[in-house]
């Protein structure tokens, strides 16, 4: 008696005993599952190897190709606006969120930053200014007796390349979003980056690069808006140089119910509105704020990014934790 697997047609498959009796094969049908146990949806599905499996869109239940998706048409349908609409809803906070993330991560000149969910540019700006105003505060301190340069020195050193180059520092801006991207390199242009960036386009779940490769890995406000969290801190860890360091801004607890109470109310109902008026899109900035609740509180992110192997993880609260940094090293 043997026992035989056929796909006996493209949706399904059968499993049969075949044995012989009295000389004559006979096959009796052990599993049968085609069109009538299977769905031509549970088919494909088997056929891809992965069963489709449910995750969040804000406070929506949708399956995770869904997700993906829906949160590249949200970036796609604000990425003109967006730089905007992060001053009128944070009041302009978030640059000094932003600029306390570049305070923690204090690059030196030479450092190579990866910027993921990078969007506009924001992080990879500041690096690069931050990294630049250190050289120079160094080149100072060298200067015979601090005296300010004379323009002949300044004209030779631009030359050289020595001065405002960030000495060899580099920012890779990477996001999955190609609208984001343009509208950041259009700022580059604006804002007179011209050396010491580059824009990738790329999943921070399965990123485009090669192991070992960078010193710092920021994610602001990217993380919770990924499919597979775990995943795309694997994938920092592993492009992460050992000793590399892992930083993450995003929004978080807050922990004061008073705080608490006035931060609901405002994120409710003042957010969505303010996307209506000005981008003319209320329903990305609800996912906004629905995704913001969803996503693990300070402690919960904190061990996923230990379970990612990091080390020495440990998180500031911003604002009372409507934002938080967290950081981690690779050893
Ligand atoms: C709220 S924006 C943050 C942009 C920028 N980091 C900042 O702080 O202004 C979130 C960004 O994450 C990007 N993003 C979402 N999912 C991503 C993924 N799986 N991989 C890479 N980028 C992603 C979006 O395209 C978007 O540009």
């Known amino acids: 008696m043997a026992a035989s697997i056929r796909s006996s047609c493209s949706r399904g498959f059968s499993v049969y005993w075949t044995f012989f009796f009295s000389g004559s094969k006979c096959r009796i049908p052990v599993v049968d599952v085609r069109e009538s146990a299977w769905s031509a949806v549970s088919w494909r599905r088997y056929k891809s190897g992965s069963e489709e499996r449910s995750t969040h869109f804000g406070f929506e239940t949708v399956s995770e190709e869904e997700k993906a998706e829906r949160v590249y048409q949200v970036f796609e349908s604000v990425a003109q606006k967006y730089d905007v609409m992060n001053d009128a809803m944070s009041l302009g906070v978030h640059r000094l969120w932003k600029d306390a993330l570049l305070h ?15 969007g506009t540019g924001d992080i990879s700006f500041r690096f ?57 390199r259009q ?36 993380i919770r808006n990924v ?16 000793g590399g360091r892992f930083l993450c801004l995003e929004f978080s607890r807050v922990s004061n119910p008073l705080l608490s109470r006035l931060y609901d109310t405002y994120s409710f109902q003042l957010i969505p509105v303010l996307g209506e008026v000005i981008a003319g899109d209320w329903k990305s900035y609800q ?4 995704s913001i609740r969803r996503f693990p509180d ?30 981690g090293f690779k050893l």
């Not at 300070?298 to 409507?322: P, S």
């Open 298 to 327: 300070q402690e919960e992110f904190k061990a996923l990014i230990e379970d990612a192997g990091f080390y020495k993880v440990q998180f500031h609260n911003l604002t009372g934790g409507v934002v938080a940094i967290h950081s």
């Open 187 to 222: 700022r580059a242009v604006d804002l007179g980056f011209s050396t010491g960036l580059s824009w990738v386009v790329g999943n921070a779940e399965e990123l485009p690069f090669d192991d070992d490769s960078f010193d710092i890995y920021s994610i602001a406000f990217g």
């Open 104 to 118: 923690v991560m204090n690059p030196s000149p030479g450092t190579r930053l990866l910027d993921t969910a990078g």
């Open 128 to 184: 690069l200014e931050y990294v630049r105003s250190q050289e120079a505060r160094r080149a100072w301190r060298a200067a015979p007796s601090h005296q300010t340069p004379s323009w002949q020195q300044i004209s030779a050193s631009y030359q050289t390349g020595r001065l405002g180059t960030g000495d060899g520092a580099l920012a890779v801006v990477c996001d999955i979003n190609k609208q984001m991207l343009k509208v950041g």
């Open 227 to 242: 499919t597979h969290i775990e995943q795309a801190l694997q994938e920092a860890h592993r492009v992460l140089k050992p």
């Open 287 to 290: 996912y906004l704020v629905e």
